[in-house]
Nanobody, 126 residues
Framework: EVQLQASGGGLAQAGGSLRLSCTAS????????VSWFRQIPGQEREAVSC????????WYADSVKGRFTVSSGNAKNTVYLRLDNLEPGDTAAYYC???????????????????WGQGTLVTVSS
């Protein structure tokens, strides 16, 4: 079965770090753009990062730029999102998603991903 699994969430202090993982089952990420989304309590879901070999560099939302880093694992079925300098406002459910032959930059539409993982909860204490 083709699916994604997001993991790595937990409790962190402000200024701390976490590393989230997105692991694919049944396929690899070679021809996919992999995006990270989050839903902050009381707010709409937003895209925070994206990585694709169709782009020269990953994409980051302004709210996380300089603090979060997305990377591809050598196993080609895992993408990571490292969260540094965490802030209480980063508290959210984080989701990963993949779209075949997708790109990250100059993207007109989001949320049309082919596969979605379940959320992993990140809680940042003050």
């Amino acid at each position: 079965e083709v699916q994604l699994q997001a993991s790595g969430g937990g409790l962190a202090q402000a200024g701390g770090s976490l590393r989230l993982s997105c692991t694919a089952s049944g396929f690899t990420f070679d021809d996919y753009a992999v995006s990270w989304f989050r839903q902050i309590p009381g707010q709409e879901r937003e895209a925070v990062s994206c990585i694709s070999n169709r782009d020269e560099s990953p994409w980051y939302a302004d709210s996380v730029k300089g603090r979060f880093t997305v990377s591809s694992g050598n196993a080609k079925n895992t993408v990571y999102l490292r969260l540094d300098n965490l802030e209480p406002g980063d508290t959210a459910a984080y989701y990963c998603a993949a779209i075949h032959m997708g790109r990250c930059h100059d993207r007109d539409l989001w949320f049309d991903e082919d596969y979605w993982g379940q959320g992993t909860l990140v809680t940042v204490s003050s």
